[in-house]
T-cell receptor, first 113, second 113 residues
Framework: DTAVSQTPKYLVTQMGNDKSIKCEQN?????MYWYKQDSKKFLKIMFS???????INETVPNRFSPKSPDKAHLNLHINSLELGDSAVYFC????????????FGEGSWLTVV | GENVEQHPSTLSVQEGDSAVIKCTYS??????FPWYKQELGKRPQLIID?????GEKKDQRIAVTLNKTAKHFSLHITETQPEDSAVYFC????????????FGKGTLLTVNP
């Protein structure tokens, strides 16, 4: 009965490939996020969506494209993967956009070889 | 934008001792300050949070203090136990239209039995 679920959990792929990570939340939250955690454990926001509308788009390469088909889903597509994209990608959600607890998914471990 | 500094980056204590982690933030409009605990290979999980209209909050062995004037907040863990060993992240949520939770770089806490 996972609140924020993301798939796949582990992904090993070659440079230049395109891959997607899917995320779903069953909490009825309005806001969803993608965070990237690098090898130094630094958590950095990439995107946030509020009711399917893009709110935050940090300086992320254009190769990363989020898509929110509805407010319970936020997927992340990555084109032309590079070695530096290797990281853990966390999907998250919060009830509303304004200063609420953020609940994280279990993370997707992406390794680019 | 918001900048959150967190210290120390590593902290080692004996079981039963107290642990203190400190954070400073730059945006005086920030109004929500959560703390997350991340065990190895797991997702970050909220352990306590405080809003800008409160100076201190306590939950069993965990307490957080906030000094708005100085723009710093701290996490206090008393009677530490080995299961408290994890990476702890402070974060600040920007006020106004800055709908972004900015994380500190994390503190690796090790509680030695």
């Amino acid at each position: 009965d996972t609140a924020v679920s993301q798939t796949p959990k582990y992904l090993v792929t070659q440079m230049g490939n395109d891959k997607s990570i899917k995320c779903e939340q069953n909490l009825g939250h309005d806001t969803m996020y993608w965070y990237k955690q690098d090898s130094k454990k630094f958590l950095k926001i990439m995107f946030s969506y509020n009711n399917k509308e893009l709110i935050i788009n940090e300086t992320v390469p254009n190769r990363f494209s989020p898509k929110s088909p509805d407010k319970a889903h936020l997927n992340l597509h990555i084109n032309s993967l590079e070695l530096g994209d290797s990281a853990v990608y966390f999907c998250a959600s919060s009830q509303v956009i304004d200063g609420n607890t953020i609940y994280f998914g279990e993370g997707s471990w992406l390794t680019v070889v | 934008g918001e900048n959150v500094e967190q210290h120390p980056s590593t902290l080692s204590v004996q079981e039963g001792d107290s642990a203190v982690i400190k954070c400073t933030y730059s945006d005086s409009a920030s109004n929500y300050f959560p703390w997350y605990k991340q065990e190895l290979g797991k997702r970050p999980q909220l352990i306590i949070d405080i809003r800008s209209n409160v100076g201190e909050k306590k939950d069993q062995r965990i307490a957080v203090t906030l000094n708005k004037t100085a723009k710093h907040f701290s996490l206090h863990i008393t009677e530490t136990q080995p299961e408290d060993s994890a990476v702890y992240f402070c974060a600040a949520f920007g006020g106004g239209s800055n709908y972004k939770l900015t994380f500190g770089k994390g503190t690796l806490l090790t509680v030695n039995p």
